[in-house]
């Protein structure tokens, strides 16, 4: 089974950054696209940024420009770095990989950006 934990999600000032990373372990059966969410409070879950196994990658209009994933094979980990931080940004932010077995998803970290 496949387990995602997610790390670097703290408090910020708007325009800062933040780099959050995915740990991916066990089993993700050839799994070749990894996703970043958020979820605001009253929101739903929504897609910010998709990787695929040949490094292309795909961004929500809200955040291009600003955010960047990548991956790491040998550490096994994806990351996500946001810069420019909004207000609007603030969510518990949530790594996805579909594996043959069904989706993964991580336990979330929170990201908070005042104003």
């Known amino acids: 089974q496949a387990h995602l934990v997610e790390s670097g999600g703290g408090l910020v000032q708007a325009g800062g950054s933040l780099r959050l990373s995915c740990a991916v372990s066990?089993?993700?059966?050839?799994?070749?696209?990894a996703h970043w969410y958020r979820q605001a409070p009253g929101n739903q879950r929504d897609v910010v940024a998709t990787i695929s196994i040949t490094g292309a990658t795909t961004y929500a209009d809200s955040v291009k420009g600003r955010f960047t994933i990548s991956r790491d094979k040998r550490r096994s980990t994806v990351y996500l770095q946001m810069n420019n931080l909004k207000p609007e940004d603030t969510a518990v932010y949530y790594c996805?990989?579909?594996?043959?077995?069904?989706?993964?998803w991580g336990q979330g970290t929170q990201v908070t950006v005042s104003s």
């Open positions: 996805k990989v579909p594996t043959p077995w069904g989706e993964v």
């Open positions: 066990g089993r993700i059966g050839g799994a070749n696209v």
